[in-house]
């Protein structure tokens, strides 16, 4: 199968949407000639138009608030937010307006927007160009959160969400716009809340979104070499969350660490670790685990930003000592 | 209050200060070009004459905030190359121990409430201090900088009604460098700009943003005015940024064309202008000129050094400062 970058992927499946569907178009800060600073978008605005591909000043409220109203009587607006950190900017339009409209209306207003950003740290960008803010938007009810972890994932999720009939956040790890993937020629789109299993195992679950899948699978290559099986399960949507094969998995292996690169305390790690308390209590031989980012502003300096996010080599370390019976948070 | 600079020596400090925002970026630049300096960062070379003209009329005292684009803003209130490099480079020795970066360069001793990564995201601290200053009876003057694509944040709306309400010490300025980006302002900014401010009620001026001595000027009276109670004021200072947008946006000529910025850069340089006017007008030979420009080289080149070797922080600084004490 041919291999294409998760930017190309994420450029594969507006373009392809936007072909089958005149009501979709997109809209954000230099999205048209500059194709976005990671030159996602580039050659859209040449096969669509500056009419479907729309450059907009730097007011972010407004041009969210724009896709709401668009998306409520008749089109499908995709928002192009340059950094998930300007999520703050645009709250009031994604959670109190877009979020809400369908069950304030009773099921008569729907808002089929999607809008795409990105996420996480160690690109050396500080405290206002590095965070993950995907909990705080999969809090709201009414906005579906989609995470791909890869380019086929990024492809796949994009295409449904553009055809889903709520607002979707897609958060995109910067980092990974110029990592391959396989990816099928053939169109495909990939279900919300449906998880995928990258990797079978018996002795513990990893359960990590985007870019810690990667680091997740890197850690059960290590733990493999000492004879731990992890298996390693990507949610790809955490809104909607497939519980059901979590849920499965640790029933099978007794233990799981959860692996996000939002902070840690009250995010996605700790969702998921509550439910499958909840869930599958009885099941587990050890404390579910959540490794996030620390509960710091992402810093500047390498020094100190790479201690910040999880590691291939803490989750090993994690991992082992789950599996060891030994007691992580022993009061 | 700052002193009009009409004598020799504040033209001096005028100049030696626009030559050392100018030998900070292109000692900045050649940091990234050799993949020294941890991520990105965006030059103010080009637009000096708009912090050196402003800043040097105000005192330690008064504050400013500054932007993404904000090591000019830094050098003009009056920052140590060392201090700087250090943060550039993310040591324990910099301004902000590393933690806040190009973006976040801050320097509280001159001022400098700090650089902002978020476009406007400075506008309401600006307006903020100003209230202080008002509630205090302080009679310091806070000045906003931001770019032509900061106009198009909402925030600047809500800030500048209350600002003319309630008669508060702060300036705006505009930094108009033509571009927000990759684009054009003309694209994103509909109608005039200084007329949104005179919407409510706030005098507005447009100022040549290349000529250090119109700025000056400009900024003495405005600021004599504000801290008499006669504020806030809006100024839209006509400038270019030399570079990309960042130091990566080397090929730029599908946004903007090369004849376009060797104009700009041949004709309208703010420090070639002044350096010509102060060896006409008999105020510095060329020689004692060059002289400064080697100092400052000089300077600039000892502090990189200084820098690289510097130290990080030690790893228990990760979470220091979430909180105060
Ligand atoms: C709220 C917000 N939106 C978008 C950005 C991304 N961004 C950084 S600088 C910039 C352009 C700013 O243009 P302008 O205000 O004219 O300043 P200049 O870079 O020209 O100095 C943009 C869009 C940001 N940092 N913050
Ligand atoms: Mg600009």
Known sequence: MREITLSQAVNEAIAEEMRRDPTVFLMGEDVAEAGTPFKVLSGLVEEFGTERIIDTPISEPGFVGLAVGAAMTGARPIVDLMFGDFIYLVMDQLCNQAAKQHYMSGGKLTVPMVLRTNMGATRRSAAQHSQSLQALVAHIPGLKVAMPSSAYEAKGLMKTAIRDNNPVVIFEDKLMYQDKAPVPEEEYLIPFGEAFVKREGRDITLIATSSMVQVAEKAAMALAQEGIEAEVIDPRTIVPLDEATLIESVKKTSRAIVIDEGHQSYGVTSEIASRLNEKAFYHLDAPVMRMGAMDVPVPFSPALEDLTVPTPQAVVEAARKLCGGEMIHAA | ??????????????????????????????????????????????????????????????????????????????????????????????????????????????????????????????????????????????????????????????????????????????????????????????????????????????????????????????????????????????????????????????????????????????????????????????????????????????????????????????????YAA
């Open chain 2, 1 to 322: 209050m700052a002193k009009a600079k009409t004598n020799t020596e504040d033209y001096l400090r005028m100049y030696r200060q626009m030559v050392r925002i100018r030998t900070f970026e292109d000692n900045a630049n050649q940091l990234y070009l050799s993949a020294k300096m941890p991520g990105l960062t965006h030059m103010y070379s080009g637009e000096e004459a708009v912090a050196v003209g402003i800043c040097e009329a105000l005192t330690d005292d008064d504050r400013i905030t500054s932007t993404h684009r904000g090591h000019g803003h830094c050098v003009a209130k009056g920052a140590e190359f060392k201090e700087m490099f250090c943060e550039l480079l993310g040591k324990a020795e910099g301004y902000c121990r590393g933690k806040g970066g190009s973006m976040h360069i801050a320097d509280q001793s001159h001022g400098n409430l700090g650089a902002n990564a978020i476009v406007g995201g400075s506008m309401g601290i600006a307006t903020g201090s100003a209230l202080r200053a008002k509630l205090q009876g302080s009679d310091d003057v806070t000045v906003c900088f931001f770019g032509d694509g900061a106009t198009a944040q909402g925030l600047w709306y809500e800030v500048m009604n209350m600002a003319a309400l309630w008669k508060l010490p702060v300036i705006y300025a505009c930094e108009n460098n033509g571009y927000s980006e990759y684009t054009k302002t003309e694209e994103i900014a509909a109608g005039s700009i200084t007329a949104r401010a005179e919407a409510f009620g706030i005098e507005a001026h447009q100022v040549d943003g290349q000529d250090v001595m119109a700025v000056n000027a400009l900024a003495q009276k405005l600021v004599a005015r504000a801290r008499k109670g006669e504020g806030p004021f809006f100024i839209e200072l006509m400038t270019y940024r030399y570079h990309g947008h960042h130091v990566g946006d080397i090929n730029r000529e599908y946004y903007r064309s090369k004849d376009e910025e060797k104009d700009w850069k041949d004709n309208r340089d703010p420090i070639i202008r002044f350096r010509a006017h102060l060896v006409s007008e008999g105020i510095a030979s060329e020689d004692e000129i060059d002289a400064i420009n080697a100092e400052i080289e000089k300077d600039a080149a000892e502090a990189v050094a200084y820098a690289e070797a510097a130290a990080y922080p030690d790893v228990s600084e990760v979470d220091m400062h979430v």
